[in-house]
Structures are given as C-alpha cells and as structure tokens.
C-alpha cells in the first residue's frame, strides 16, 4: 500500500487548494491520502519550538501508517522537514519557511527527495538556497505566500495549475509510487523547472 500524507499550513487546512491538488495527485497514482488537521493551537511559528511541535502533531499519525510515506506540507507544515529528514521520507514542501534556518537545515540533511515551490514575492522563499538544496523546484515570478499573482484571478488560477504539474513531474522523476531512494533523484541542477 502506497500513503500520502498531507500536512497543513498554519490558517487554511489540509483542504486549501494548493494542497488539496497535489494531495489529489497522489491518490490519483493510487495513494491512500492521509490529510492531517492541527488539533491544537499552535506556537509562535518565529520560533524553534514550532520544530517539535510539528513533530509531535505528525508522529502518531506516521508511526501508525508506516512505511515510508509521501509528506505533502504548506508553509507551517514545512517543520516537517526534520521528520522527513529523519524518516528518509519524499516530500512535496509548498511555500516552505526557508527563511526559518531550522527548516533550511532540515533540508539540507534530506536522503530522500523533495519537491520546492514558491513564488519571489513570497518573504519566506529563497530561491538561491531553494535550488541549492534540491534539483526539483518550482519558482514563480510574483507569486506570493499563497501562490497568487498580480492581475485577474485567473492568472492564480493557473499557477495552480502549474504546482499540480510540478508535482505530477517530480512523482515522474523520482519513480512514485515505488522505491523513492535518494539515488533516484538526479543531480542538483539537472531538472529544476524554474520559472521567471
């Protein structure tokens, strides 16, 4: 059996657009899709102790699914990266807190494969270090924190649709589902899909 989990930010839940397609992504490659609701009020998400609390809130859910599921996360639930980084877990972090040094640190201690998505009106993206870290990235000019654009709705609209292909892409490449090593993902630089 093959599981996704889905890991909210802080404000919209696990059925926010963003994450409700690349959640549907998954399930449509045959996952059992996992989709996590805080159930308690969070920390200050400045602070480290968001890392753990994070932690805490996924483990259960984790350690009772097994095996070495897809983490799909927003923004807050990027803490998860340490999990993930722990776990040797493939991930999808969407709108990541880059900025936050323990997530970056997280990422940088990655086996398995990930996915980066953010837009350069976003203050917590850092595309540099987001293609330092991984091969697989997806940057959209203007986006902001919740992946809109300027200009008609519409245009947000197909960023979305761009996340959606990203993920379909980054699955493709990593051989998911199926045995997602860090040796099945190619050399930093060799596939990421940037966009200016």
């Known amino acids: 059996m093959t599981d996704a989990v889905v890991i909210p930010g802080g404000w919209f839940g696990p059925y926010a657009p963003l994450l409700m397609y690349s959640g549907d992504v998954a399930e449509q490659r045959g996952a059992t899709v996992h989709r996590h609701s805080w159930t308690r009020e969070f920390p200050n998400p400045d602070r480290p102790e968001i890392e753990g609390w994070v932690s805490d809130e996924i483990a259960p859910l984790l350690d009772t699914i097994g095996g070495r599921p897809l983490l799909i996360g927003k923004s807050l639930g990027s803490n998860a990266a340490t999990t993930a980084a722990r776990r040797s877990l493939p991930a999808v972090w969407l709108t990541p ?3 936050l040094p323990w997530v970056a640190n997280a990422l940088s201690r990655a086996t398995a494969p990930f996915l980066l998505v953010g837009g350069t009106a976003d203050e917590v993206w850092n595309g540099d270090l987001a293609r330092r870290l991984s091969p697989h990235v997806l940057e959209v ?14 245009d947000s609209i197909a960023v979305l649709s761009r996340v959606v ?21 190619p050399a930093p630089g060799s596939m990421a899909s940037t966009s200016r």
């Open 141 to 154: 000019e203007g986006a902001n924190h919740g992946m809109y654009v300027p200009g008609p709705i519409t």
């Open 165 to 185: 292909t990203a993920v379909e892409e980054f699955l493709d490449a990593i051989g998911w589902p199926g045995e997602t090593s860090a040796t099945s993902s």
């Open 97 to 99: 807190l880059l900025t």
